[in-house]
Each structure stands twice: as structure tokens, then as C-alpha cells.
Nanobody, 120 residues
Framework: QVQLVESGGGLVQPGGSLRLSCAAS????????MGWYRQAPGNERELVAT???????NYADSVQGRFTISGDNAKNTVSLQMNSLKPEDTAVYYC??????????????WGQGTQVTVSS
């Protein structure tokens, strides 16, 4: 089992920045990929960014150039730096961890989520 705990959410004005962190614990040796998802009210959960064990990253088009995902293997943490935030970034953000099967991430573990609200 892997436990994921997110932190860093909150209220920020449009154009502002927030940094989310996800601390992983437990049987993390089998984790090959971590990601951030988000879900806004009435919407499906969507992928925001992923980071693989080799450090490669992927981003949703909507956040490309504004968000940066990074990992610290020594601390078992993954962070999401969010800049130039927009009201449409408002959502609950979830950290996820999993494996890569046939080049596709499969997320087995999820955090409980942290609220990000972008509003003036």
C-alpha cells in the first residue's frame, strides 16, 4: 500500500501562484509514475501533469507553460508549481501514484485531494 498526502491548496487571485506538494509513504518501491489530477464541480477528473521515474514529464494543454511538476526521490515527494493561475484552474487537486504498463500509466493510489480556488 502507498499513502499519499497532499498539501498547499488555498485561495489565490487570478495571476497568482500556488505550490502543491504530495508526500508518499508505504510500499513506494513499486511506484513508477506519479501525477496530479483535478476535478472541478460538475466536471470529470482530468489529468494535469505526470512525472515518470526517469524524470520525464507530461502536461495537459491547458496548463502547459504555467504549471511545473517535479519530484524529490530522497524525500518521496512530488510537487506542482502553479503560476499564472486562472479562475478555470479552480478544482480539487489530487495526487496519484502507480505503474506504467505498455507505456501507459495506471494509477493505483490516490490522495484525498486539496482545494485550489482562483478568485478575486
Amino acid at each position: 500500500q502507498v499513502q499519499l498526502v497532499e498539501s498547499g491548496g488555498g485561495l489565490v487571485q487570478p495571476g497568482g501562484s500556488l505550490r502543491l506538494s504530495c508526500a508518499a509513504s508505504g510500499s513506494i518501491v513499486g511506484v513508477h509514475v506519479m501525477g496530479w489530477y483535478r476535478q472541478a464541480p460538475g466536471n470529470e477528473r482530468e489529468l494535469v501533469a505526470t512525472i515518470h521515474g526517469d524524470g520525464s514529464t507530461n502536461y495537459a494543454d491547458s496548463v502547459q507553460g504555467r504549471f511545473t511538476i517535479s519530484g524529490d526521490n530522497a524525500k518521496n515527494t512530488v510537487s506542482l508549481q502553479m503560476n499564472s493561475l486562472k479562475p478555470e484552474d479552480t478544482a480539487v487537486y489530487y495526487c496519484a501514484a502507480g505503474r506504467v504498463l505498455s507505456s501507459t500509466p495506471h494509477y493505483d493510489y490516490w490522495g484525498q485531494g486539496t482545494q485550489v480556488t482562483v478568485s478575486s
